[in-house]
């Protein structure tokens, strides 16, 4: 078990998955994870596909329950929560980055940036002025109105990563967020993670590919639904 510190961030205990499949089959996605992240921390989770790394993730963030264990976020134990409790810790304190961007197609970069603002009573006006300096910061402020079918994947990313903060999470949360695009591409979006990283903010990012991983702090293997291995980068 991780060593956990009061201002952690995150901290899994003996953390357990196990999803039934076709015919009662149960398939064990996490056995016994134990993890912490410190506040300002940046790791990386690597490991083969089904590994149960996006499980992980899944759960940091309140998209799932545990079938065992706990995992606590800014030292709310999430399985503890309902539904919609679990809903506004998430609204609160997570920002999630995802491999397919996930955008609103009829929306302009800015009014994706400014939507989860808009559940949490905050008005047009200031939603807007929020997402024109968050796009602003990831290099987009010249691409405010546009839509996402006008933006390339780079960019579109880069609109997630902003939409991601727009609430100023305490812990953001990046499934393979270089997945779909180029190397060149994927580089330019892993410097605003960097950026990010030396602004303060706690990052978990999924990856397969090592030379991502690099770019973090601390990366953490995980096989066969275990953490097999963490190394300091």
């Known amino acids: 078990m991780s ?25 064990e996605a996490l056995s016994g994870v134990s993890l912490s992240l410190a ?6 989770v690597m490991g083969p596909s089904g590994s149960g790394k996006s499980t992980l993730l899944n759960l940091a963030g309140g998209l799932d329950t545990p079938t065992a264990g706990t995992i606590a976020v800014n ?16 609204g609160e304190a997570v920002g999630f980055v995802f491999q397919t961007f996930n955008l609103m197609p009829r929306l302009t970069a800015a009014e994706n940036v400014a939507f989860p603002l808009v559940f949490r009573g905050v008005d047009r ?46 812990l953001l949360l990046a499934d393979e967020p270089t997945g779909n695009v180029d190397t060149e591409t994927g580089d330019r979006i892993m410097s605003v993670f960097d950026d990010l990283h030396a602004a303060g903010n706690t990052i978990l990012l999924v990856t397969h590919e090592r030379r991502i991983a690099e770019r ?14 963490r190394e300091a980068v």
């Open 3 to 27: 060593e956990t510190a009061p201002d952690d961030v995150v901290v899994a205990t003996d953390l357990r998955k196990r999803y039934e499949r076709a015919e009662g089959v149960e398939v």
């Open 39 to 44: 506040e300002g921390s940046y790791t990386a």
């Open 125 to 170: 006006e200031r939603r807007l002025s929020r997402a024109r300096e968050l796009l602003a910061d990831v290099g987009l402020g010249d691409r405010t109105d546009h839509r996402p079918n006008e933006l390339s994947g780079g960019q579109r990313q880069r609109v997630a990563i902003a939409r991601a903060l727009a609430g100023d999470p305490a």
């Open 216 to 229: 973090a702090d601390r990366i953490v293997h995980v096989r066969d639904g275990e953490i097999v291995d």
């Open 75 to 90: 030292g709310r134990e999430l399985s503890a929560l309902s539904e919609n409790e679990r809903a506004t810790v998430r």
